[in-house]
């Protein structure tokens, strides 16, 4: 019997982009335990590309401010608020979801009864000031162009730096994108890190290892140029906003009844829905021991009474793959481990590591699944986290 010993972390947000102590500890930890690869399930830097962005338009927001008279200020204040919350019909939609916590809900609820007591005056502002809105529009837009050309500077060093560290693992180290890898990311040319979602399915001592980057949230605010060569697949259930629910609004406006009763009761999309779906084309008919992804479905992609959703074409996959293995990242905090049944003749064992935690597996190269006692924690040293390293 052999076993095959894989590190993953995920979640990493690295803001010491320069000494890189925490790829620096994984680099150490993997050697010094002696892995046969390592695993990255996503969001590997901190808020060094969003945080231009941001300033960009917190600017841009306080320039019209000004050009507005204060007696408006308020009523355009407040559309604005609403607008980048996502529009009133999605602030209510959020209320009145059962996995909107308490204290959101009462916020979301002040800021409706704001809305619906001025909502004559914020359309009545709107309006008069449209040329404004415009006109700084333009002026935000120009100013993200040459902020967008300045990440692409940034990012080509961290990588080039992050690249060195990863070289110094004495094993593969394998990635799948997380909603805060944009394409200057991805696109880097690595000599370490391969990406699955960019390759074929990986043998590693005869245990078969796929990913997707199971993605539908670009960060709010970033450009969607920086998304253009995300594999996307279309989301269902989950968060309430309408991305996270496209593929449950798409098949409601153009399935048949059919197609809606199937999804509605067994959540098995239509294959005619999936012909597109990018995820479900790369890996549809492969053979798949494990299966690596950044969120993840199931209880994976839960998080209190929170479920960040999975996608179609995932979902999809696990049906007719039926791995024995799936692991994910995306929500912050404890780790997570356990058994998942997805029917009556098929389960699956999943492992959940986030931005406190990361773990070794010991896999069975004849089971294909987890090892006893074949789970082990290790949590993010203090020193890593705040004190950047001088090595």
Known sequence: MGYARIL??????????????????????ANRERV??????????????????????????????D?????????????????????????????????????????LETLAKRYDKNKPAIEQAQSKYAKHVAFNKKWMNDEIQEVRKELDKDMFYRCKRLDKVLEGINCPVYAVRGNWETDRFANYNWKKLKFFEKGDVVNLKGIRIAGAPNWYEQLARMPDEDYKDMEEDIAWGGNTYAGSKAFDIFIERHGSPQDKA?????????????????????????????LVNHKGPHNLAVEGRKNYGSGVGLEAIVRLAQPKLITGGHIHGKGLAGKFKVDDDYSYQFVRTSDEVMTILDIDTETKE???????????????????SNN
Do not use: C
């Open 67 to 107: 050009w507005i008279p204060r007696k408006d200020r308020y009523v355009m204040e407040l559309g604005l608020e609403v607008g980048l919350s996502g529009g009133i019909d999605h602030i209510k939609a959020d209320i009145a979801s059962p996995e909107t916590d308490a204290g959101s809900k009462k916020e």
């Open 370 to 388: 987890i090892a006893e006692n074949g789970v082990q924690v290790f949590r993010w040293p203090e020193h890593v986290r705040y004190e950047p």
């Open 8 to 29: 993953q972390a995920s979640d990493i947000h690295e803001s010491d982009s320069y000494n890189l102590p925490k790829y620096k500890h994984i680099r150490d930890l």
């Open 36 to 65: 046969d690869a390592v695993v990255l399930a996503g969001d590997f830097f901190g808020a060094q590309e969003l945080k231009p962005i941001l300033q960009v338009h917190n600017e841009g927001v306080a320039r019209l401010m």
């Open 262 to 290: 199937i999804w509605n009761e067994h959540h098995i999309a239509p294959e005619a829905f999936l012909r597109e779906n990018a995820t479900f084309n790369r890996l549809v008919g492969k053979e798949i021991d494990w």
